[in-house]
């Protein structure tokens, strides 16, 4: 699948529920489900500034597509890493930093969000985005 398909799926599981407490829970699930980045990963370098809890952020590249894993301390926002691990995992490098990120307002997450874990979240895309841009800089490179 490719972000915009992926991104008009979560957007159609979030209109599944009524309120906000149940898109909560449904958040919350899926951070439990996130596969876990490796410990050794667990850096401080891998740590996004600007998130109100923990969240360490890695990625590589495997051929031409970029690999997330992530982790946070705070279940809440590890739902929210797992969103955009779902959407930008396994894409290439020249769609993530092209992907429009409307999905995120068409959910309701940035508005429904404490202004510090909506800053974390502004702080994960742009961790995301640079790790795409970097991979893709790389690519250019060796061309």
């Not at 490796?38 to 370098?45: M, N």
Request: a negative charge; hydrophobic letters at 45%.
């Amino acid at each position: 699948m490719n972000i915009k398909e992926i991104q008009d799926e979560i957007v159609d599981e979030f209109s599944m529920f009524d309120d906000w407490m149940q898109r909560y829970e449904y958040i919350i699930d899926l951070g439990k489900n996130l596969p876990l980045i490796k410990d050794e990963f667990k850096t401080e370098d891998n740590i996004i500034k600007g998130c109100q809890s923990k969240v360490w952020l890695q990625g590589e590249q495997n051929e031409d597509r970029v690999v997330f894993t992530a982790d946070s301390d705070a279940i809440l926002t590890k739902g929210i890493i797992a969103i955009l691990i779902r959407t930008f995992s396994n894409q290439k490098a020249a769609d993530i930093i092209a992907a429009d990120m409307g999905f995120i307002d068409e959910i309701g997450l940035k508005e429904h969000l404490s202004a510090t874990r909506a800053n974390g979240l502004v702080s994960m895309i742009k961790n995301i985005k640079m790790y795409a841009l970097a991979f893709n800089a790389k690519n250019d490179a060796t061309l």
